[in-house]
């Protein structure tokens, strides 16, 4: 079986986001790297609606080097976590429902012990910064050089792993364990934090 094309891959991984329920509307972002060029999802562009014609190659700069529409806003924050971490060649930036509804509320998501080794019992939430931003690339990058998920406070969920599939993969876990502990709490007032 012929292996994808970055761009193929890309495409494909955009699309089952959006089936998924993990970025609805125009909302979240991907990418993949290759040695030293990102390919990512463009902005204002429904997850549902990318092809590999509609995926932009950029450099480590920023620089689009293929593609006619412009980037994801969310470009630095990748470039920032790529230039960081030399094992991570994917990522994920979604706005799925569960986990998106504790970025905005602030509280924090329990790690499940089905998660694996774990350093804390939730996953790192950062503070909040301007989508897009500067600030909110620097911050995501620094955060993610020792962990794979953080939360983005009043925001959404950026996953990272070596490869797009196992970014996929943690980004599903997050939401489920984001709806697990909603649901908890739902059937018992005494589930804390």
């Known amino acids: 079986m012929q292996e994808l094309s970055i761009t193929e891959k890309l495409a494909e991984i955009s699309r089952y986001i ?20 990102v390919a990512i999802t463009p902005t204002d562009v429904s997850l549902r609606d990318i092809d590999p014609d509609r995926v932009i190659l950029v450099d480590f700069e920023g620089n689009v080097l293929m593609g006619n529409e ?17 094992d991570i060649n994917g990522i994920v930036h979604s706005h799925s429902p569960y986990a ?3 970025a905005l509320s602030g509280e924090v998501i329990k790690r499940l012990d089905e998660f694996g ?6 996953f790192k939430m950062i503070k909040y910064a301007p989508p897009g ?5 620097e911050l995501a990058a620094e955060s993610l050089k020792k962990e794979d998920v953080v939360i983005l406070k009043g925001h ?8 797009i599939d196992d970014a ?10 984001a709806k697990v502990q909603f649901l908890a709490r739902l059937l018992n007032k005494d589930v804390k934090n």
């Open 18 to 37: 959006y089936k998924k329920g993990l970025s609805p509307g125009k909302s979240g972002n991907i990418s993949i790297r290759s040695n030293e060029i």
């Open 70 to 86: 412009k980037p994801s806003s969310e470009i630095f924050l990748h470039i920032n976590v790529y230039k960081c971490r030399d």
């Open 100 to 102: 998106t509804s504790f």
């Open 117 to 122: 080794k774990r350093g804390r019992p939730h």
């Open 133 to 137: 931003s500067q600030n909110l690339a």
């Open 156 to 163: 959404g969920v950026v996953t990272t792993s070596a490869s």
């Open 168 to 177: 996929v993969v943690l980004a599903e876990i997050v939401e489920e364990t």
